[in-house]
């Protein structure tokens, strides 16, 4: 009875050790992947670089930048940042200014309706408003 236990416990330990190297392992691997994935991002990242300001210096012809952006998975498009200000002018019928903040506040301005497929985004943000009785 004595030894079945040593026997089994003996297996718990082992099982136990082998399951941490494989954890540790998994880890390595994993940490291995991220550093990868992060070189190839970074070379993508200078490859579009270089093609687009080749391009853009006339090194190169848009036949051959097109072949580049294939070759390492990137389109030739730059990102701009854009700050625009934009005003509503709202007539809003209700009680009193608190009933009138309510409804300005439900005011979805995500649906803001655009057609230009360059567009990544739009954000909004209510710097100032004022309300008068109309």
Do not use: C, P
């Amino acid at each position: 009875m004595n030894a079945t236990q040593e026997y089994l416990q003996t297996q718990i330990n082992q099982r136990d050790q082998r399951i941490q190297e494989l954890e540790q392992h998994s880890q390595r691997v994993t940490q291995r992947d991220f550093n990868t994935a992060a070189e190839l991002n970074a070379l993508r990242e200078d490859l579009k670089s270089f093609t687009i300001n080749e391009f853009q210096n006339n090194d190169i012809t848009a036949e051959q930048a097109e072949k580049l952006a294939v070759i390492g998975g990137f389109e030739l498009t730059k990102e701009f940042s854009v700050s625009l200000t934009v005003s509503y002018d709202v007539v809003i019928k209700a009680k009193d200014e608190e009933a009138v903040q309510e409804i300005i506040d439900s005011i979805d301005f995500d649906q803001i309706s655009y057609s230009a497929d360059g567009i990544e985004s739009v954000n909004w943000q209510i710097d100032d408003s004022s309300i008068d009785e109309y």
